[in-house]
């Protein structure tokens, strides 16, 4: 059960929900950038959401699977191809031994995943699979896929197998064949060029002039092209504090925004450092974490304030969202 | 250790509770670097890792504040709760009890063994002149004091350590450097701090240790830990080969 790597792409790193419990040894979460993505694509090859998947950034990797799997496809549209021929996205497909999977034009968004039922099989560090490019660790060596590489993939899942058996027998003599449903558009979102980005007040929120928190939640800001896993740095009106009082460091994590003295805002991404010492201007609530880890260099996002209930009320509704296709996947596929 | 009268603990009425967002909460102890705040702050995170609550995901201490982590799906028992109301709830009925079992912290003391300058400690001169001692002098003030591990942050297994000799305080350098070396010991401003992995960085480097701070492959990954002591043993040039041959 393997996969060889013919072509890179850009940034293409073995991710899963991310290394957890040892940020107090200064270890980075790592993981997705857009975690929901993910744990879609896991779900439709009926792997637990947190199995080990392909991260693939902007322009995608040419991939052949070397025995028959069950993949799924999910997060930014950058034109998939089985043996030269569009594939769809958002759905299990079966493939054959031999199919060549390929990218072209990046159409929306910027990260896609990849899901092979039975997770990317490379050794767990400290109780994940993620990739921790900057320390070298987790993943696939520590490291993004080069050409030549070849990634073992775990047996299929009992799921996946009665999965795989349905779109093989449905295949003819086509050496690939997908399933006809996907889930709703609520959990496979096409992603936005210049979305609003909701947040909350972050903990040093009232420490910032009135004309600045008003420009941050008025004003777009640009995506610069510093912009990575670790975050990006963001171009608008500058943000000042009415204080100068230096503060001490303490936790930051995904999306928390802060503010350095220059006044230009950096949103943390899945690679965040551990502690920081810049005041929280604001942090994106959980539920967005997926529009915001779509978007481009280039683009432009506007924040919105919602309070921490609707937040919660939002992280719950996703949620409820991930474990009804879990059981629908499970109902109609499980043995 | 000092023997001084310690200034009492922040009691679990001083302790202050907001949101990092929708699955993280800050518990603020008080303001400043303080012995008393960071006691009560390993006391909480102890209870915690002894007696963690359905749903808590993972502790972040730091000078002033204990984060912690937690998984609003779990917290709200099938949506009965609204998450941070419930997470509070537990940390305020906990707080008191996790006080008190406050231990004796700091106790444990960790030797970090330093070649002092030559070409481990390339800026050890600056660091001299800049504060009026000879190189001896910043050596022997350097590796004096027992300093406290307020928190690992900023790469995997860096301590923020407390302590420093006033006297040894030195700006960052203007132009940082694009590489410097794992185990290398600097000073910036009024903090000093070991680099953990190989980074570009701008501290005025006066040595280096042999030991490997951190390690995926411990179960630990870091060696240092928030609450030990550390202190800094000067060794010569052979020993630092001969250490380093032992670590890798």
Known sequence: ?335 | MSTAPQPPAPRAADVRLFPLGDAAVVLEFGHGISPAIHRAIQAVSRYLTEYPFPGLRELVPAFTTLTVYYDPWVLSENGRHQPYERVAEILHQLLPAAQAAAGEAGTDLVEIPVCYGGEFGPDLAFVAAHTGLPPGEVIARHSAPDYLVHLIGFAPGFPYLGGLDERLAAPRKAEPRALVPAGAVGIAGAQTGIYSLPTPGGWQLIGRTPRRLFSPEWARPSLLQAGQRLRFVPIDEAEFYHLQQHEH
Do not use: K
Request: hydrophobic letters at 45%.
């Open chain 1, 1 to 335: 059960m393997s996969i060889s790597v013919l072509r890179p792409g850009l940034l293409t790193t073995v991710q899963d929900l991310g290394r957890h419990g040892y940020q107090q040894d200064g270890i980075l979460v790592s993981g997705a950038m857009d975690a929901t993505a993910l744990r879609v694509a896991n779900l439709l090859v009926g792997n637990p959401d947190h199995a080990a998947v392909l991260e693939i950034t902007l322009l995608g990797p040419r991939l052949r699977f070397e025995t028959d799997h069950l993949i799924a496809l999910t997060g930014a549209h950058l034109s998939p191809t089985l043996n030269g021929r569009p594939v769809g996205m958002h759905r299990p497909v079966w493939v054959a031994a031999g199919t060549e999977l390929a990218f072209g034009a990046a159409v929306a968004g910027s990260r896609a995943y990849l899901a092979v039922s039975g997770g990317i099989d490379v050794p767990p560090v400290l109780g994940s699979r993620a990739t921790y490019l900057r320390a070298g660790f987790g993943g696939f060596r520590g490291r993004a896929l080069r050409a030549g590489d070849v990634l073992f993939v775990a047996g299929p899942t009992p799921t996946g197998q009665q999965l795989m058996a349905a779109l093989a027998a449905s295949a003819a003599s086509a050496a690939w064949a997908p399933a006809r449903w996907t889930p709703g558009p609520a959990l496979c979102p096409a992603p936005l060029p210049n979305p609003t980005i909701r947040a909350m007040a972050g903990p040093e929120y009232e420490q910032f002039t009135p004309e600045s928190r008003r420009a941050f939640w008025q004003q777009p800001f640009t995506v610069t092209t510093e912009a990575d896993r670790m975050g990006y740095r963001l171009h608008g009106p500058v943000l000042e504090r009415q204080t100068q009082v230096e503060l001490l460091s303490s936790a930051v994590t995904f999306g928390t925004v802060q503010v350095p003295a220059g006044g230009q805002p950096i949103v943390l991404m899945a690679d965040h450092q551990t502690t920081g010492g810049y005041p929280r201007m604001a942090q994106v609530i959980t539920a967005d974490f997926s529009v915001l880890a779509q978007v481009r260099p280039g683009q432009s996002i506007r924040f919105r304030e919602v309070s921490l209930v609707e937040a919660q009320a939002l992280y719950l509704a996703q949620e409820r969202r991930l474990r009804a296709l879990q059981r629908a996947v499970e109902t109609v596929f499980g043995s």
